[in-house]
């Protein structure tokens, strides 16, 4: 395979963000040309009320002469007589002068007048456009901290430094915070300006803040060290509330995504549903976060469409003990606490058993009697969370202990209150038992009863995420102003997590991950996770490697100005166990491949009432894909997103999924003529959600689909 060498390539990325006061233009595009190279964005049709039109579309080039290379954007659309034209075009910007921005410029989009072809010094418009040159590495190892902390609503200690570091050389850092709410400092109007402040205090004077976000208690505040900050392009943030009706904002989570060069990253903060008992509602909690949070494309969900997924928060998973009435979805045991009366106080009382149970992977579940396409199914056969166990149950001298008392307190009678002192004395023994385990640094056997643990393990939640070991005591809960004192009326857990996700083939090395038990104020301990992570910058402007493989696949009778691509395209597609959406057990499946690295969106031919559709080479288009050179899908993935047709409603999304091209790219160095077969899962609310499997190869071709060159600029 060919590969290219590891000199630093100029590239300029230019994100086209917004444009404004355009008059009556209709479907607007704003092209860009750099070199020979050429962008465009897609046609958007609606324009807001104060006449700005959204684009967020964006593209990179590689230069090949920096000196002479020029960033040309224009706008066209069409007139109200429906003839196409050009608006007008900003001032060429040198890329040269790009290169000697101030760095503190490189991560804010800024406004460009439109100056009219005909010459007239006048505005006819803006473009908000991000622009940024820097000389990009091939590849590029970086370091990455991740810190996460339950403030517990109190002010914060004026020193961090046991928990975030100081004198760091870290490229990306990721601060998350829940219940981040305390009367703020002089000089600050919120909460979150004063602890933005406190945050870029700390790592100051040599990062800076990338994006910071809130939504209600919960906080997300993403720093960069200044001399990487031109690797930095797409940040977008988003939120979900996954509190009382999905709109109060007490539970849920934030996001910040972002590309370090090639490399994407999704960095996520979640507070999740509190009270033992309660890993259900946790386990939902998470589904519906991946479900309805979208940072950067929305058409896929976040698992599939960034390489690394990061995912930090008081996730609120606790230690629930094989054959107590409380392990599993069992009820609470927090009899004392003056929290806990809003919790479940129903237990399931069949301990660890094994035991199945279908769930519904929608919160509508189940059908409506008709077999109407309304019912929506969606279900996977899965154990119950109650079942299973965690590492086959501890058989220690007090676990022993612990479940004869539970059982004698269970088939006891006598009144409510001689039940009540049995059920604190059932606590406080279990209390106690744990904590002397902490004393003895024997954190493996509590493990075990980890909910978090058994339900990754188990796939009920945070599927194929990863977590380094842990070797560092529970981290709630605590006295506050206190080393290690747990308070009596809550089982010591570890509440507080940092775990991540990868797409294959996107490798990282967790180097540490640990607690920081000197900050005192809350009622929780932050944790904080420190990563080594390679990222890319992958060429999209052919070198003279790639021109030979492509002469051998030109057809005959192209021209010069002919848009050439490379094609994607499918010999075989095939869907296995496919999620249910309809009444009758069945769906209509399609899938939709989407993403910016193809010319457009692409979807297969419906297949109907089925789970496992079968798709022929007729039944799938020919997918174009957007940048001409090979070398840019060594390390890509093509994202496929998996649909149930309807003919009344909306068509439901059965799944994601991202097919690495690495194999396919190979084969195509290697000139072999035969397909590439790929298998890859797809998962739906973070859960699996069947497979798909096929063959397909890459040939070069006149992109047919193109509507030219760029207009004259």
Partial sequence: MSSRGGLRACRVTVKVVAIRDVGSLSNPVVQVLVEDSYFRTSDVKEKAEDGLITFDQGHSFDVKDEKSAEVRVAVAGKTSMGMRKVLGSIKPLRVADLLETDPDRTLEPEWYDIVAKEGKKSSVGKVLLHVVAARAPPQQPIKLFIGSWNVGNA???????????????????????????????????????????????????????????????????VLVLETSQKAITDVTSTSEATGIGHVIANKGAVSVSLKFWDTSFCFVNSHLAAHEGHCQTRNDNYREVVRNMHPGLSSIDLLSQFRHVFWMGDLNYRLAFPGSAHAGQGGPMDGDDDSSGDEDSSSNGSGLGSSSRLESLNEEGGTNGSGSKGARVMH??????????????????????????????????????????????????????????????????????????????????????????????????????????????????????????????????????????????????????????????????????????????????????????????????????????????????????????????????????????????????????????????????????????????????????????????????????????????????????????????????????????????
């Fill in 380 to 713: 996977r056969s899965v154990s119950s969370s109650g079942s299973g166990g965690s590492g086959g149950g501890s058989r220690s001298g007090s676990g022993r202990k612990l479940n004869e008392m539970d059982r004698k307190m269970v088939s006891m009678g006598g009144s409510a209150k001689e039940r009540k002192e049995a059920e604190k004395a059932v606590r406080m023994a279990l209390h106690q038992s744990i904590v002397e385990k902490i004393d003895q640094g024997d954190f493996t056997e509590l493990l075990k009863n980890d909910e978090l643990q058994r339900e990754i393990r188990e796939g009920r939640a945070f599927y194929k995420f990863c977590e380094a070991p842990i070797d560092f005591a529970p981290t709630f809960k605590v006295l506050r102003d206190e080393l290690r004192q747990y308070n009596p009326k809550r089982l010591p857990a570890w509440c507080d997590r940092v775990l991540w996700r990868s797409l294959p083939g996107c490798d990282l090395t967790c180097t540490r991950y640990t607690s920081a038990p000197n900050i005192l104020t809350g009622d929780h301990k932050p944790v904080l996770a420190e990563f080594d992570v390679t990222t890319y910058a992958l060429p999209v402007t052919m070198d003279p490697s790639e021109e030979a493989v492509q002469l051998l696949q030109l057809s005959k009778g192209h021209s010069d100005k002919d848009d050439m691509r490379w094609h994607l395209h499918f010999t075989d597609l095939k869907g296995h166990n496919l999620l249910s959406a309809d009444a009758n057990g069945l769906s209509d499946p399609y899938i939709r491949f989407v993403g910016p690295n193809l010319f457009k969106s692409f979807q297969t031919k419906k297949c109907y009432k089925t789970l496992n559709p079968v798709w022929g080479a007729d039944d799938v288009p020919a997918i174009v894909l957007e940048h001409q050179s090979l070398h840019y899908y060594e390390k890509d993935y093509l994202l496929a997103a998996v649909f149930d047709h309807d003919k009344t409603n909306k068509d439901d999304p059965l799944g994601f999924a991202a097919i690495p091209l690495a194999d396919l790219v190979k084969a195509t160095w290697e000139q072999s003529s035969q397909p590439v077969s790929f298998r890859v899962e797809v998962t739906y609310k973070g859960l699996p959600a069947g497979e798909l499997d096929g063959s397909f190869r890459l040939f070069w071709a006149v992109n047919k689909l193109s509507e030219g060159k760029c207009a004259q600029m």
């Fill in 155 to 221: 002010p914060p200690p004026d020193d961090l430094s046991p928990w975030l570091p100081k004198g760091t050389d870290h490229e990306l850092i990721a601060i998350g915070s829940q219940e981040c709410e305390y009367q703020p400092r002089s000089g600050y109007a919120t909460c979150m300006e004063d602890w933005v402040a406190a945050i870029k205090a700390h790592f100051a004077p040599h990062y800076k803040v990338v994006k910071g976000t809130t939504r209600g208690q919960m906080r997300l505040v």
